[in-house]
């Protein structure tokens, strides 16, 4: 979100917020010491990328972005954040927050026998959609 936006809408700063909450997690778990938020914000933090909401839309347009620098090796991973609305929460009954990160892959996701093959990534990805769609087929019924 763009504070330019958010700001004069009465909103506040809302990505310094956010950025704010995600250092303040990271203090909580001893991974960050909290002198340091401020310069975990200016280093980590990317306002106004996007002027939609907080959510994953607001996360799309850097994808491409994050992806090459990636193979360019400037960045190791991009994590985009996909907060909640608790409008739609309230509205739907439903969860619509996501988040997901971005990383190069690592020799960890090999067999013993050699890489996993793009029929067995389809095949798992296939099965956690169909778990999630049932979850949210039985959240959507109560």
Do not use: W, Y
């Not at 997901?100 to 892959?105: A, D, L, M, T, Y």
């Not at 093959?117 to 979850?135: F, G, P, Q």
Request: proline share 6%; hydrophobic share 40%.
């Amino acid at each position: 979100q763009n504070p330019e936006i958010t700001l004069p809408a009465g909103a506040g700063n809302v990505p310094e917020a956010n950025f704010k909450m995600i250092a303040a997690l990271a203090v909580m778990k001893k991974e960050l010491d909290k002198a340091g938020m401020n310069d975990f914000i200016r280093q980590r933090g990317m306002p106004g990328f996007a002027p939609t909401q907080g959510h994953i839309p607001s996360g799309v347009p850097f994808i491409g972005h994050a992806c090459e620098d990636i193979k360019e090796g400037k960045m190791k991973r991009a994590m985009i954040i996909g907060k909640g609305s608790l409008f739609l929460a309230r509205l739907t009954n439903l969860s619509d927050g996501a988040s997901f990160i971005i990383e190069f892959p690592s020799p960890i996701a090999q067999k013993e026998e050699g890489l996993i093959s793009k029929d067995e990534i389809r095949d798992t990805i296939l099965e956690v959609l169909a778990d999630l769609a049932d979850t949210l087929k039985g959240a959507g019924a109560k």
